[in-house]
């Protein structure tokens, strides 16, 4: 049976904009049309030349996209036949970086994180050995150091919260951290809405104290005192993002949850 031919061509393939990655947005735009059905299973992609004619970008561009699509799994690729559509397309999980500029998203994300970390720190403080422990201690101080040069830390918050997730002995907790990454500490939108370094300072001193708190009781294997330090910790962080999208007219999210 002959592969399904993609009409001449779906509005996905059109020049691209400059203003993102180029390979992210065609990427997008093709699992957009997978996953909505415009390109159905079987169907057979434009050749490498068809695809940067339409869209104005490089034959590396237009490879990286596909080779995306293929891990994903939204595509397959036959040797010297081309790519096509797959016959059992399931839409991968994903966060688009792009879809967090504002607080709103942020405070999405957030919330998708407590369920994930309430329970890992819970986990840390009953399994972590001495190295894992050690670990957690360290990414705190590089918190402590980089404050201390009027940095936000966000590197280096991010390394705390992955050593307690590492500190559970089950990796899919830092796979999930690995995955969301660095954006799910927005100190940016810190940076933007606290024009006063006093403010950021204060405000960043809070999250620290914070963070001591999880440590202490990770420290002391106290399973349900890590449970209730890390979740005030992300509570009372969304209550702060929550506040400053308030306060900037950042979008319905600000009136989204409890106060």
């Known amino acids: 049976m002959p592969a399904r031919s993609v009409e001449r061509w779906l509005p996905t393939f059109r020049p691209l904009a400059a203003a993102r990655g180029l390979t992210e947005q065609l990427v997008g735009r093709i699992a957009a049309d997978i996953t909505g ?14 695809m940067m004619a339409a869209t104005g970008v490089s034959r590396t561009v237009v490879r990286e996209a596909v080779a995306c699509l293929r891990a994903d799994g939204l ?38 994180r407590a369920g994930v970390e309430i329970e890992a720190a819970g986990l840390a403080a009953e399994r972590h050995n001495g190295a894992q422990l050690k670990k957690i201690a360290e990414a705190y101080r590089r918190i402590e150091d980089a404050l201390g040069r009027g940095e936000s830390a966000v590197d280096e918050d991010f390394s705390f919260h992955c050593s307690i997730a590492d500190a559970t002995g089950n990796a899919q907790f830092k796979r999930f951290l690995d995955y969301l990454g660095r954006f799910i500490i927005p100190r940016q939108s810190i940076r933007k809405s606290l024009t006063r370094i006093e403010d950021q300072r204060a405000y960043l001193k809070r999250i620290q104290n914070e963070h001591m708190e999880i440590l202490d009781a990770i420290r002391a294997g106290a399973a349900a005192a890590a449970r209730t ?7 009372d962080s969304r209550k702060r993002y929550q506040k400053l999208a308030a306060e900037i007219g950042d979008g319905p999210a600000a009136t989204a949850a409890p106060s």
């Open 229 to 235: 330090a890390m979740r005030r910790h992300l509570v």
């Open 37 to 50: 059905g415009r390109l159905p299973p079987g169907s057979k992609l434009p050749t490498e030349k068809e």
């Open 75 to 112: 595509v397959v690729v036959r040797q010297g036949v081309g790519a096509f559509v797959a016959a059992d397309v399931r839409r991968p999980f994903r966060i688009e970086v792009d879809e967090l500029d504002s607080l709103r998203e942020a405070l999405d994300v957030m919330e998708l």
